[in-house]
């Protein structure tokens, strides 16, 4: 996941999930009709890490990373919004998957 920080961000560091847009939204696809926004990349022994440090399961860090891996999809940066993106984040991770962590920052 370094490597791909690293390679695709120019950022030499782990990171926890990565989105790699398809370019065009819907626009990719499979060769059978579906639309695809783009892939994933979600480092799952960083994000136990991660889920141990803040006390809370796993399961719940990996559905946090795939919201906010899928609004990058989308367009969103929380590097350079106002907020926006972590609201969506918080609202998407309540409503999909009940109370508890919405993985946004203080």
């Known amino acids: 996941m370094r490597a791909l920080n690293r390679d695709f961000r120019k950022k030499d560091k782990p ?13 990719g696809g499979n060769g059978d009709g579906g639309r695809s ?8 022994p960083y994000a ?23 609004l990058h ?3 969103h940066d929380h ?3 106002d907020g926006t993106m972590f609201r969506l984040q918080r609202r998407h991770v309540v409503s999909l998957f009940g109370p508890g962590p919405d993985g946004v920052p203080e």
């Open 79 to 81: 590097e350079t919004d």
């Open 15 to 27: 990171t926890d999930v990565l989105s790699f847009p398809s370019g065009d939204a819907f626009a």
């Open 73 to 75: 999809l989308l367009g």
């Open 48 to 70: 136990a890490r991660k889920a141990r440090q803040l006390g809370h399961p796993l399961e719940r860090e990996l559905k946090i990373l795939l919201v906010h891996g899928i």
């Open 37 to 44: 926004l783009g892939d994933l990349a979600i480092d799952v």
